[in-house]
């Protein structure tokens, strides 16, 4: 007991990891063994999506949101289940316990996205700059992330991709919550629960990349950041208007 009070400050954030990277990173290429060749439709519709909802002026009704906005958001909760059970539930918690929980969280956001697919009072962001900040961030977190496996030395079978991997589907989400607005307080309420559960798991991979040591970690904390930046700046330019 003395031994470990006067040389835990020997310790790296790495030597509490329950696994090592590579074994982390390999996660990945067996999942899209799996799945392959389903990557390519799963990014197609998540890039259809967005630009059909950033093209969209003023959903039509609030009482009655538009079909792709309610087939949208239930693809996004189907996407947020299936990365729960298939890859943390399956793949993660295997080599890390904590992967239970997250599973549980990603469960929890599916849930809120269906409740947002049936609430009527659900529209797009009435200012057209925030639209387009959240395609933006849409279509870097659907065509950038995937490549961020060779840009960081790593085969590209290890490849993150949306609906697949838990980072590129919690951005994506972001990015599609940032271009809505709620005009119910059931809507506002549910949208703020889906952007916690979104901000919660960027600020989880953060903290797992950061302890393995990964100059990746950047990456999640800074879709949250801009995504959060953007959704104030929005607001103050709406209440300015």
Not at 34 to 40: K, N, V
Not at 158 to 166: D, I, L, M, R
Not at 176 to 190: E, H, K, T, Y
């Amino acid at each position: 007991m003395s031994e470990w009070w006067t040389e835990w400050w020997t310790y790296r954030p790495a030597d509490f990891l329950m696994f090592a990277p590579r074994s982390y990173w390999r996660l990945f290429e067996l999942h899209n063994q799996a799945l392959w060749p389903w990557q390519g439709l799963l990014v197609a519709l998540g890039l259809l999506a967005m630009v059909l909802l950033a093209m969209a002026p003023q959903l039509r009704h609030r009482s009655a949101p538009t079909p792709v906005l309610r087939f949208t958001l239930a693809g996004l909760a189907l996407a947020w289940a299936g990365v729960g059970w298939g890859f943390l539930q399956q793949r993660y918690a295997p080599i890390n316990w904590a992967a239970q929980g997250f599973a549980l969280g990603f469960g929890l956001q599916a849930l809120l996205l269906l409740g947002l697919a049936a609430e009527g009072a659900l529209r797009s962001a009435a200012a057209l700059l925030r639209r387009r900040l959240a395609l933006t961030l849409g279509l870097l977190a659907l065509l950038a992330y995937p490549l961020l496996a060779p840009a960081f030395g790593r085969p590209l079978a290890q490849a993150e991709v949306f609906a697949v991997a838990p980072d590129p589907t919690a951005c994506t989400t972001l990015a599609l919550l940032l271009g809505l607005q709620g005009g119910s307080p059931l809507a506002r309420g549910l949208l703020t629960l889906a952007w916690g559960c979104a901000l919660a798991w960027c600020a989880v991979s953060t903290a797992t990349l950061w302890t393995m040591g990964s100059v990746q970690a950047v990456v999640p904390a800074a879709f949250a950041l801009a995504a959060l930046v953007a959704a104030r700046w929005g607001r103050a330019r709406a209440g300015q208007g």
